[in-house]
């Protein structure tokens, strides 16, 4: 029996609001405890003209550089609206995730007596029809919009592709990208050339991709970075479809129809020699991007980091989730964009610390954020002073009158992660509409700068002896940050607003 919690699964669960501290809401619509209104009256400060500043500044994106160039938002499993393995697949994930300026969706696509259907194969998975999936994409993306990359995961056998390519070229019409485009060269393409437009991900196999590949520097081991992933569950169906159920896991060969589709992304998983081969064309297909699982690029660090860095210079990288994350928890997004991968793939099912890495280092753009030219290698010395004055409106726990709350601090960094607690605040009969907390906290770091260093206040509660529970949480890319006094505006751990604010003070200082 399918446990109830994750048939009930609302797709609203998506809609992530990590744009309100670029974009702060009517000043007149947030309560400030009466602390607050005294420590700012006290200092000077208007209450109501702070409430309109931003605590994180809008990033503008370049637009014309080669694709490779940039850091993609991306999904996993993009159809399911909760777990993996029990999650149900709906049509309106796409239209929420891209809402939300995802750039790259997955498509896992199998054939069945009803034609072709999206759901995650050979799990408990309830499917939704591949024809409502790409409806639900085309009514997604505008005219101006920077493009979607669709990766699509294709196990229809080959007899059938014929019918997965009418249904999107009926459907997506000319927002699809069916040809080369005229007087632009693969390797010059950018986002200003592709606006509006789909670019399909379709599968290549080499012969050498079965090949036993040794355990070397650049190819690894077999099971993690040669071999077709054998994902999660290999029996269990949902779905009683008897077409389905003999289907066999292994990717289907693609049929020219469709390979043709994939001009500007042909997908392949390592084989020998990947890292350093140039994979010319012929033999190989033009604009080969490698699609990569996150442990094979885990066992590759940090010794072949400066070769993975120089590789995403000249091609793109997708790197996908290990299988085993059955509840669809997140990899950490900032090891594979330290190394250059461009095209990062997270389960958006999931607010957790990789989403909220990704929400910080996307939210407010187009979904394409220009790759740093520096990767490794710090830009200079800096100091990180923050003061942590108090919170207005923090919600209570549910069924708890009485609780402990505490400021976490978090800096990510190349170099080294720090952190920073608050004192513990006992807070008895809350009421309902939350409460309010005074910290008066402040904390200093000093650290080597890079550009993709993140920084991430949460508010917790103690627990005691059991693990403390999160409650609200902030994360912003440190070069996005305001500096001075700010309200940061708290979301809930599902990424939501609550009217919660904090008021801080970021200043940062070379030294």
């Known amino acids: 029996m399918i446990p109830k919690a994750f048939e ?5 669960h998506l809609s992530l609001e990590t744009t309100i501290n670029i974009y702060p809401p009517a000043s007149d619509a947030i309560r400030l405890s009466l602390d607050i209104l005294s420590f700012l009256k006290q200092n000077g400060l208007d209450a109501h003209e702070l409430l309109k500043l931003p605590a994180v500044r809008l990033r503008v994106v370049d637009d014309t550089r080669p694709l490779r160039d940039y850091f993609v938002s991306s999904s996993h499993n993009t159809y399911l609206l909760a777990w993996q393995v ?10 929420h995730v891209l809402s939300k300026n995802a750039r790259c969706v997955e498509i896992d696509v199998w054939w069945s007596s009803k034609g072709p259907i999206v759901t995650h194969g050979h799990t408990l998975s309830r499917s939704v029809t591949f024809k409502a999936v790409c409806e639900a994409i085309d009514e997604a993306i505008r005219d101006e919009d920077w493009p979607v990359i669709i990766s699509l995961e294709c196990h229809v056998p080959i007899a059938h592709q014929g019918e997965l390519v009418d249904i999107m070229k009926d459907t997506w019409g000319n927002k699809l990208v069916q040809e080369p485009l005229e007087g632009v060269g693969g390797d010059s393409i950018s986002p200003r050339d592709l606006k509006g437009k789909i670019l399909l991900m379709v599968e290549y196999y080499p012969d050498a991709y079965c090949e036993e590949i040794s355990a070397d520097s650049e190819a690894l081991d077999h099971d993690s970075c040669t071999s077709i992933e054998y994902d999660e569950i290999s ?6 479809d008897p077409v389905l159920k003999m289907a066999n896991h292994a990717h289907a060969k693609i049929a020219d129809s469709l390979a043709d589709l994939g001009f500007y992304a042909r997908s392949m998983k390592p084989i020998k020699h990947w890292l350093t081969e140039e994979l ?4 190989y297909p033009q604009n080969i991007l490698m699609n990569i699982n996150e442990s094979c690029m885990l066992s590759m660090l940090p010794h072949s980091l400066s070769e993975l860095i120089e590789h995403s210079l000249h091609r793109i990288r997708r790197i996908y989730p290990r299988g085993v994350r059955l509840s669809s928890s997140n990899l950490d997004p900032l090891k594979q964009w330290r190394n250059g991968s461009q095209i990062v793939c997270l389960n958006w099912q999931n607010f957790d610390c990789g989403m909220q890495l990704n929400e910080a280092m996307f939210a407010g753009t187009p979904g394409w954020v220009e790759k740093p030219r520096r990767l490794t290698g710090a830009e200079r010395n800096v100091k990180l002073t923050c003061n942590v004055i108090g919170i207005s409106s923090l919600p209570r726990p549910k069924e708890h009158t009485e609780f402990t709350p505490y400021v976490h601090a978090e800096l990510f960094n190349s170099s080294k992660n720090q952190d920073w607690q608050s004192e513990h605040i006992k807070c008895k009969d809350v009421p309902e509409d939350g409460v309010d907390v005074t910290w008066n906290g402040c904390f200093e770091w000093k650290f080597e700068e890079d550009d993709l260093t993140f920084i991430r206040l949460r508010i917790l509660c103690y627990r005691g002896l059991l693990r403390d529970e999160e409650m609200l949480v902030f994360c912003a890319r440190l070069h996005d940050l305001e500096e001075g006094w700010r309200f940061i505006h708290l979301l809930s751990m599902d990424g939501r607003r609550t009217g919660a604010t904090l008021l801080v003070r970021f200043t940062i200082s070379g030294i």
């Open 8 to 12: 009930t699964v609302s797709s609203a």
């Open 235 to 240: 029996e269990l169906h949902y779905e009683i």
């Open 86 to 95: 029990l999650g149900r697949a709906s049509s309106e994930c796409y239209t």
């Open 280 to 283: 010319p064309s012929p033999p």
